[in-house]
């Protein structure tokens, strides 16, 4: 009776393991994501090749992660649209491409010559309001159709550029690629000539001429995508722009995840940011190092006078953008509290 018994509870036992597995496999999701950068850059070999393989493996094969570069299913301002529409699953775009719709997105996605470092921006992000300023912009937008993970930087951007350019003064007509919006803003009140491109036409823009320099993305990606040899005089560090990169998902895809999968989703996005945070600056200090002696290129370094003229003048831009729309204002306000709160303004 005993053995009968025992055999039950094994073949009980055998069975729920079964039920298990059927439902994760039945349950498995795969996460389609378009990103900002483009396929060979190096945050987008850092995401397909290190990181999305991670997701899979964290949560036993249940939920997987597929980061398509820019431009890869829609333009890189349309990826919201598709999101909430159900034609991506989720984005991993630059903030500010979306600035056209609301000045508060610009405010969110790149407050120029702000911060000092990447990680200042990441927790004003997590723990300052801006990502629940965030949501409330695609609350409005969206009509609540997408849900905000997390938004923030993983490296404050060099800003690549033909000529030689060492003062504020020196930017007085230089046709300079540029976000729309703030960015945008700023660049004009020093006298530049902005031109709004997505980061994949960059480079083909500084070949012909219509740029140039850019602001484009951190110096390992510039590298990676050859801006060295015809851009040959980085400034770096920068003096401008961290480029706030978000992780939404469309909201009904996030609710059939249940609580397992939305927490590993959470968790893999902290970790990746945090990893490519630091593993963006040892390769940008890498890439500074190789070019010391400045025969083949000449990494420029503003010196701080140039940098607090800079900054002078964005905070006039940052005031304006702030007045344009509530949420704007509200942007602004968490900005500058945790700014003040941290010691970066007084």
């Given at each position: 009776?005993?053995?009968?018994?025992?055999?039950?509870?094994?073949?009980?036992?055998?069975?729920?393991?079964?039920?298990?597995?059927?439902?994760?496999?039945?349950?498995?999701?795969?996460?389609?994501?378009?990103?900002s950068?483009?396929?060979g850059?190096?945050?987008?070999?850092?995401?397909?090749?290190?990181?999305?393989?991670?997701?899979?493996?964290?949560?036993?094969?249940?939920?997987?992660?597929?980061?398509?570069?820019?431009?890869?299913?829609?333009?890189?301002?349309?990826?919201?649209?598709?999101?909430?529409?159900?034609?991506?699953?989720?984005?991993?775009?630059?903030?500010?491409?979306?600035?056209?719709?609301?000045?508060?997105?610009?405010?969110?996605?790149?407050?120029?010559?702000?911060y000092?470092?990447?990680?200042?921006?990441?927790?004003?992000?997590?723990?300052?309001?801006?990502?629940?300023?965030?949501?409330?912009?695609?609350?409005?937008?969206?009509?609540?159709?997408?849900?905000?993970?997390?938004?923030?930087?993983?490296?404050?951007?060099?800003?690549?550029?033909?000529?030689?350019?060492?003062?504020?003064?020196?930017?007085?007509?230089?046709?300079?690629?540029?976000?729309?919006?703030?960015?945008?803003?700023?660049?004009?009140?020093?006298?530049?000539?902005?031109?709004?491109?997505?980061?994949?036409?960059?480079?083909?823009?500084?070949?012909?001429?219509?740029?140039?320099?850019?602001?484009?993305?951190?110096?390992?990606?510039?590298?990676?995508?050859?801006?060295?040899?015809?851009?040959k005089?980085?400034?770096?560090?920068?003096?401008?722009?961290?480029?706030?990169?978000?992780?939404?998902?469309?909201?009904?895809?996030?609710?059939?995840?249940?609580?397992?999968?939305?927490?590993?989703?959470?968790?893999?996005?902290?970790?990746?940011?945090?990893?490519?945070?630091?593993?963006?600056?040892?390769?940008?200090?890498?890439?500074?190092?190789?070019?010391?002696?400045?025969?083949?290129?000449?990494?420029?370094?503003?010196?701080?006078?140039e940098?607090?003229?800079?900054?002078?003048?964005?905070?006039?831009?940052?005031?304006?953008?702030?007045?344009?729309?509530?949420l704007?204002?509200?942007?602004?306000a968490?900005?500058?509290k945790?700014?003040?709160?941290n010691?970066?303004?007084?």
């Amino acid at each position: 009776m005993k053995k009968t018994i025992g055999l039950v509870a094994a073949g009980a036992v055998a069975l729920t393991s079964a039920l298990s597995v059927a439902t994760v496999a039945e349950a498995a999701k795969k996460i389609q994501v378009q990103a900002s950068s483009k396929s060979g850059d190096w945050a987008h070999r850092f995401m397909t090749d290190k990181y999305a393989p991670k997701l899979k493996e964290m949560t036993f094969g249940n939920l997987s992660i597929e980061v398509l570069p820019t431009q890869a299913v829609v333009p890189h301002r349309e990826t919201i649209d598709a999101v909430a529409n159900g034609i991506l699953d989720g984005d991993l775009n630059a903030v500010s491409y979306f600035a056209g719709r609301d000045p508060a997105f610009a405010i969110i996605g790149d407050l120029i010559a702000a911060y000092d470092t990447a990680d200042q921006v990441r927790t004003f992000c997590e723990y300052g309001g801006g990502k629940e300023i965030l949501q409330k912009l695609y609350d409005k937008y969206t009509k609540g159709k997408l849900h905000v993970i997390g938004c923030g930087p993983y490296s404050k951007e060099a800003l690549v550029s033909k000529t030689e350019i060492t003062t504020v003064d020196g930017l007085k007509g230089v046709k300079i690629r540029s976000p729309e919006g703030l960015a945008a803003e700023v660049f004009k009140r020093v006298g530049a000539a902005p031109v709004s491109l997505p980061f994949s036409e960059v480079y083909t823009a500084l070949e012909k001429g219509l740029i140039d320099a850019a602001d484009a993305s951190a110096f390992v990606n510039n590298e990676a995508s050859g801006m060295h040899k015809i851009a040959k005089f980085p400034i770096y560090p920068g003096i401008h722009s961290m480029a706030v990169l978000q992780f939404v998902v469309n909201k009904d895809v996030w609710g059939k995840l249940g609580k397992n999968g939305q927490t590993a989703l959470e968790v893999w996005y902290q970790a990746a940011y945090d990893a490519m945070r630091r593993e963006a600056d040892i390769e940008d200090r890498n890439i500074e190092r190789k070019y010391a002696d400045g025969k083949d290129v000449k990494v420029i370094n503003w010196a701080q006078a140039e940098r607090d003229k800079f900054r002078s003048i964005s905070v006039k831009a940052w005031e304006a953008f702030g007045a344009k729309t509530p949420l704007a204002k509200e942007a602004l306000a968490a900005h500058l509290k945790f700014m003040k709160a941290n010691g970066l303004l007084k």
